[in-house]
Structure formats: C-alpha cells, structure tokens
C-alpha cells in the first residue's frame, strides 16, 4: 500500500539533520520511499492512503537503547532507604538491589513477567517509542536469562515495537556464585554464551566494583566476540574500574552510564566509534554528585544517545521523554543532541543505523507525531507527553487527544 503523509512538519534526523517546514513522506507498505518538501513530491503520485497532518511535527519513532525493561516486582522499600540516606552500592553489598529483583524475577510466571513488563512497553510506546532495547540479567541461570530473553522477543510480538534483546548475565554475581565471580564469567563463557547465541542481539555487562571487573568483562567480550556477537557495557557509573578501555578495545556499540569517564576514556570511545549513552534518570535516581563528561564527549566527537534505563532500582518507571529532560537539565545536552540521543545515535547503539532513527528512503515507516511548536519542545516538558500518533511499520497504532 502507498501512503502519503501531508501537510507535517519533519524532523528527518538523518545524516544531515534535515527538516521541512512543510514536508510530506511518501511510504510504501512498511518502508520509507520518499521525504521531503511537499512542493517537490514526485509527479504522478497515486497514493492509495492519504494521511493529513495538520502541520503537526514528526520525528522518527524514537529508540529505547537502553531498558532492564522486563522484571517481576518493585523496590519501593529500598528507595524509602535510599531516600533516608543509605546508597545504593551498600544495599547491593547486604545482598539487596539487583538481586532483590532476581528473587522476584525466578519466582514470576511467564504470565506475570508479560503482564508487567508489558504496561511498561505500553508507556514508553504512548511516548512515540518504537525500538526497546531490553537486557536480561534478573534471572543469573542459563534457564531463567533464557527466559527473560524469550519473554522479551515476546513482547515484540505483543506489541508494535521493534525489541533488540541484550545478555546481561554479567549483571550481578549470583548467590550460588558467591566469592567465585571468575568461575561464573568462565561458565558464561564457555556455556551460555554459546547457548544463547541465537536468544540475544548483543552481550553486555556490568563493569562495576560491586559488580564485575575490567579483566572478567574483557573475556566474556572476547568469548562474546568470537562468537560474532557485538558487545556493549555498563562502564564508570559508579566509579571508574576501567570499563571505557575494554569496551573501546572490543568495538563496542555502546558504553553507558560513564558518569566517572575521563578525557582518555572519551577519545578511546570516539576512536572505536562507540556510543556513550546518557542515563540521567539513573543519575538523579540514586542521586549521584558526578556529572559525566559531556564536553569531553563533544570535543572527541562521541557520539550521544539518551535512554530511560528503566529498571527498578536505579531507574524506576518507563519514560523516555523523563529522560530526555533531565538529559538536558542535568546534563546539559541542546535539544538538537538529545533529539538525535533517541533517534539516530540510539539507533546506531543498537546496529540498527540503517533501518531506524532517521526518516529517510529505506527506513522502517516508524514515526511519531507530536502536538508540539517546536522540536526544542522534546526535553523540556517534564511530565507531559505531547506525542499524539504513533505509526510503525506503516500503520497508525496508536492516537492520542493532546
Ligand atoms: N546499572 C543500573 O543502573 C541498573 N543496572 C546496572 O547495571 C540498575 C539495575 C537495578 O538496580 O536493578
Ligand atoms: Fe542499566
């Protein structure tokens, strides 16, 4: 089916950035054809579809590259903690924090795992999302990261969203694992990895002192690696271990969080051409002091991309456009970096550059619309969502009154 989409305003986030006042988008069935002025739409069009946008503006769909989306549970008791003053590191040490939610994750049913995993995939779409990256790394067996990740394809199925699935095995060290960390990297390894292959679209890991060092992280890549898997890491959030170098060494698609990164870190992670991805709901969260380097990361050419982290703990809730705001307030990002941190760059995080995040000929027909003046409008409403149609895959999925 051809479909023509009039009378918008485009933000493409494109190689080029492009916008148009008064543009339209030609699609055919679920792909991008055509984008551009609607002065010069190709003659002789015959559009099975018209769709009248009334001057509304329209960005790609946004991506999610970074979510722990799919858990059973919540944490409110440990915030309540948290707000009264004990950090979040120390209640991951007492064996709280993640594997808290690894208790609840294990004891869910398929059924439950879905149904609240799924409310929370329903908000981030209502925000005009159409990419979810989500991680396993609630479930610490092979059996229970293998259901994560099929609970995660799953939700793809359920819903109109394009899931990129991560193995996050190396989230936390499980409790049969006590005091064997390098054992359960070597079982990752050797084991899982190679069972998973299929399961997951990329291997990540948390490179953390309370988590797992440099030197266990850089062989799960290498096993990762050699198994053609891409890699991406959770680096410098909380201290820095070292985590920028192993990921810039591996090529990774992306390091995250890199609140503690240096100017060495940065111009290794341009060098490999990694995204760093911004996760100031983390930040607030657990009311961390440390900004990461943002001028650094501009200055090397480092590519930005903004995520929700949406998990339970450092990152509870399911919004994007929080995250897009506080990526501005907080961190000072320009409407423009944040724009592209959801679109292109946060496609390029996940491998998908050349399908997502940018309106252009070849894309996925994945757009949202907004009820919005201006672009500069993303990021600075703080709990409003202006988004008032979502289309993926060529088909509106959803309206909304704004
Ligand atoms: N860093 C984070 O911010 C999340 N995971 C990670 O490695 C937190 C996950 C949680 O607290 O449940
Ligand atoms: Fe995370």
């Known amino acids: 089916m051809l479909t023509l989409w009039k009378r918008a305003r485009i933000a493409t986030c494109d190689e080029l950035s492009r916008t148009f006042e008064r543009g339209a988008i030609v699609t055919r069935d679920a792909v991008v054809e055509w984008v551009g002025d609607e002065a010069d739409l190709p003659a002789g069009l015959h559009p099975d579809r018209t769709v009248e946008l009334a001057g509304r503006w329209l960005t790609p769909g946004l991506v999610d590259c970074h979510t722990h989306l799919v858990f059973a549970g919540q944490r409110a008791a440990e915030f309540a903690r948290r707000t009264a003053g004990t950090s979040y590191a120390d209640i991951a040490r007492e064996g709280g924090g993640i594997l808290s939610t690894v208790r609840a994750t294990r004891a869910a049913s398929d059924e439950m795992l879905l149904e609240q995993s799924g409310s929370r995939l329903r908000s981030l779409l209502a925000e005009g999302v159409t990419v979810v990256e989500i991680k396993s790394g609630y479930g610490l067996t092979l059996e229970s990261e293998a259901r994560m990740l099929r609970v995660a394809r799953r939700l793809g199925e359920l819903h109109p969203v394009t899931i990129s699935t991560s193995l996050l095995a190396a989230h936390a060290l499980p409790p049969e694992f006590a005091g064997r960390a390098d054992d359960y990297v070597d079982l990752a390894c050797r084991e899982w990895l190679p069972a998973l292959r299929t399961s997951c679209d990329a291997v990540d890991a948390y490179c953390e002192d309370i988590a797992f060092s440099a030197a266990q992280c850089d062989r799960l890549f290498t096993a990762a690696r050699a198994l053609g898997l891409p890699v991406r890491l959770h680096a410098e959030q909380l201290s820095n271990v070292g985590g920028s170098q192993v990921a810039a060494r591996h090529g ?77 307030r907080l961190f000072g990002l320009t409407s423009a970096e944040v724009l592209l941190g959801v679109t292109r760059h946060a496609a390029r995080a996940l491998g998908l550059e050349k399908s997502h995040g940018a309106i252009a000929p070849g894309h996925a027909a994945d757009f949202a619309a907004w009820s919005i003046d201006t672009p500069d409008e993303l990021g600075y409403w703080a709990g409003f969502n202006p988004c008032s149609m979502v289309v993926k895959d060529g088909a509106i999925v959803l309206e909304r009154d704004v």
Do not use: K, W
């Open 252 to 328: 990774a698609r992306s390091a995250d969080h890199l609140e503690y990164a240096t100017e060495d870190d940065a111009a290794a992670l341009a060098r490999a051409g990694t995204v760093a991805v911004m996760l100031p709901v983390a930040f607030y969260t657990i009311a961390e002091r440390q900004l990461p380097p943002i001028d650094a990361f501009r200055r090397h050419g480092v590519p930005l991309a903004v995520a929700s982290d949406c998990n339970p703990g450092s990152a509870p809730g399911a919004s994007l456009l929080l995250a897009m705001n506080m990526a501005r």
